[in-house]
């Protein structure tokens, strides 16, 4: 062999044994890491990563029938720290070169400095920034978190990213807000500072609304703590919550909200409700409560003001009920509109019950519609008496009185029917429940009762939520299935008969609304005083639908102790001005054919 051919083959073994050093330095580098010195890698990649921070989902939003926002998150910072890392001492920061202003130079800040700088900016002193350090520290001396402050605003976490704090992180934290205010304030409710939902619709539907916190952590260098990029591990996906839409109507409440605060004031009341109602869906298209509350500060009234009182004071609804019990007589087929009776100014029934109306008068012949239209008890009392205790009873219940409605708002009240009527009821509670006495109801349960007479007597779930849609896009709704309470033709003269009255009580000039045939009743009623009796007060209130030939809206009000106006003229301004509004906003059709005649009297 040539001298040529042996260089190749020595080139050769020479790689070779380059390889087999190289491979052996790697085997030795690898058995050095991953046994000699595993431990110890494994402890400073361990303190490399970040303990696992929670990462907040938005709490979902709450938004009127069009979608408007009464509720939603904002983006708030909770400002956290390292303790073990603050625990080495002084930060090193870049300054300005005094020798020379185009370069920067490298400085060591003591840590008191540090701490007095990030507690300037967070609102605290640099001992309370360096006295949350030491109790965490305390606790665990390779404590790696520790917050400093939570929901602080975009500038202040802005003022804290420009301290560049190598051991201090800011996190997103979404946050509860109201921007329309006190706008259904009493519906809506609020949260908590931690997020808790403590009213409202935020509580009774934080199981569409709550979000779900997940946990991260990162990687950040052992020399300045700095996160590393693309080091993020996810150990739980957090999940926004659902967007609640609601079936109330933002303009129209605001203008029901300030109808009401007008009169309140106007009246020296001590509250009021009005509600307002589709008559063929149920649906709430406005419950304005006086006085309001802003959820962005509901410290602000008194904490009974607070909640909504369309649904959690029950009151006995006095003469507004008298259509209910008329509408139950007409639909047994023991009365008509036209029926007969004598109608006493007092009547005391062979029972001993005794009964009378609210002013002196001579005897008065009455058909069934001039009860209604003279609001007379004894009257009423006579034609209550042709049905059964529990037949009246079986109608109320089905009117949905005695329960609560299926809105299920927090604190509400079923009412009281005054117990079993077999049992429960004596004498004078058998006639008085005839007119709205002995029983109590709530402002949107008689708002149901209006509902069903306009509807031809079907009464439909009462509904505030319209639906719910969760992060995932899925939806869903308010049940919409209605149930016959009374015939249609039952519900039809009760309400030809509520026209009359309407048209031809006292109050004709206070309520009337041209142009649209109009539905209504009075009522003037005591408050229990929650002791067993009755407060002096009166509580007046108006419900009624329009247009009555075709009726499209039910508006209920309620005035608590008006004490310049205690009488139904104080409510049926606000019912006239209430339903004008509401007519005028959908662009009602105004009434064809006039309401027919029917006699008061015989």
Excluded at 58 to 85: E, F, H, T, W
Excluded at 118 to 138: K, P, R
Excluded at 200 to 209: A, D, H, K, T, Y
Excluded at 566 to 576: D, E, I, K, R
Aim: aromatic fraction near 6%.
């Amino acid at each position: 062999m040539n001298r040529t051919s042996r260089h190749p083959m020595r080139r050769i073994l020479l790689s070779a044994a380059v390889l087999v050093a190289l491979v052996g330095v790697f085997v030795v580098r690898l058995v050095d890491i991953q046994i000699v010195r595993a431990a110890e890698l494994n402890e400073q990649a361990q303190e490399a990563r970040s303990e696992p921070v929670t990462v907040y989902g938005a709490r979902g939003d709450i938004v009127d029938a069009n979608g408007k926002v009464l509720a939603d998150s904002v983006m708030r910072y909770d400002i956290a720290l390292s303790p073990k890392q603050a625990s080495k001492g002084p930060v090193a920061r870049e300054v300005a070169d005094p020798e020379d202003p185009e370069k920067t130079t490298k400085v060591d800040v003591p840590l008191e400095q540090v701490v007095a700088e990030l507690g300037a900016v967070v609102g605290l002193t640099g001992d309370q920034v360096q006295g949350i350090i030491s109790a965490a520290l305390a606790d665990d001396p390779d404590s790696d978190f520790a917050y400093v402050a939570k929901l602080v605003d975009t500038e202040t976490y802005e003022k804290v990213k420009a301290l560049e704090i190598p051991w201090v992180e800011p996190y997103q934290h979404p946050s509860r807000r109201y921007p329309n205010g006190a706008v259904a304030g009493n519906l809506v409710g609020w949260v908590g500072p931690d997020g808790d939902p403590l009213q409202g619709l935020e509580l009774s539907e934080n199981q569409c609304l709550a979000s779900e916190d997940g946990q991260v952590s990162y990687l950040h260098s052992l020399q300045d703590w700095v996160r590393i990029p693309g080091t993020e591990i996810v150990h739980k996906q957090a999940h926004d919550g659902g967007t609640l839409k609601l079936t109330i109507d933002t303009d129209l409440q605001w203008a029901v909200q300030r109808i009401a605060e007008a009169r309140v004031q106007e009246t020296g009341a001590e509250w009021a409700t009005v509600t307002v109602m589709e008559a063929k869906t149920g649906r709430l298209l406005a419950v304005a409560d006086v006085p309001t509350v802003d959820p962005n500060d509901p410290s602000a009234i008194d904490a009974e003001d607070r909640g909504s009182r369309s649904f959690t004071a029950p009151f006995e609804p006095g003469s507004t009920f008298k259509a209910l019990t008329a509408a139950s007589v007409i639909n047994a087929g023991l009365a008509d509109p036209f029926s007969k009776i004598v109608a006493p100014y007092r009547i005391i029934f062979p029972n001993g019950a005794n009964v009378n109306d609210s002013s002196r008068h001579d005897d008065q012949n009455l058909t069934l519609t001039g009860v209604l239209i003279e609001s007379s008890n004894t009257g009423m009392s006579q034609f209550g008496e042709l049905m059964t205790d529990r037949a009246r009873y079986d109608d109320m219940v089905k009117f949905g009185l005695g329960a609560e409605t299926e809105v299920g708002f927090p604190g509400e009240e079923a009412g009281d029917l005054h117990g079993d009527p077999d049992e429960d009821w004596d004498n004078q509670t058998k006639y008085a429940t005839m007119f709205g006495q002995g029983l109590t109801t709530t402002a949107v349960q008689i708002a149901s009762v209006y509902q069903t007479i306009a509807n031809g007597g079907v009464r439909m779930p009462v509904s505030l939520v319209d639906s719910c849609v969760s992060d995932d896009g899925t939806a869903t709704a308010a049940p919409t299935q209605g149930e016959r309470v009374i015939s249609e033709q039952a519900a039809t003269e009760t309400s030809q008969m509520l026209e009359r009255v309407y048209q031809d009580a006292w109050l004709s000039d206070e309520w009337n609304i041209p142009g649209y045939r109009v539905a209504a009743k009075t009522g003037t009623a005591q408050f229990p005083d929650g002791n067993g009796g009755y407060r002096k007060e009166y509580l007046v209130s108006v419900s009624g639908f329009a247009p009555a030939d075709d009726p499209q809206f039910v508006v209920s009000v309620s005035i608590m102790n008006p004490v310049k106006m205690n009488s139904s003229a104080a409510s049926a301004p606000v019912f006239q001005e209430v339903m004008s509004q509401v007519l005028k906003k959908y662009r009602t059709v105004p009434s064809g054919a006039q309401a027919p005649e029917l006699p008061a009297t015989w």
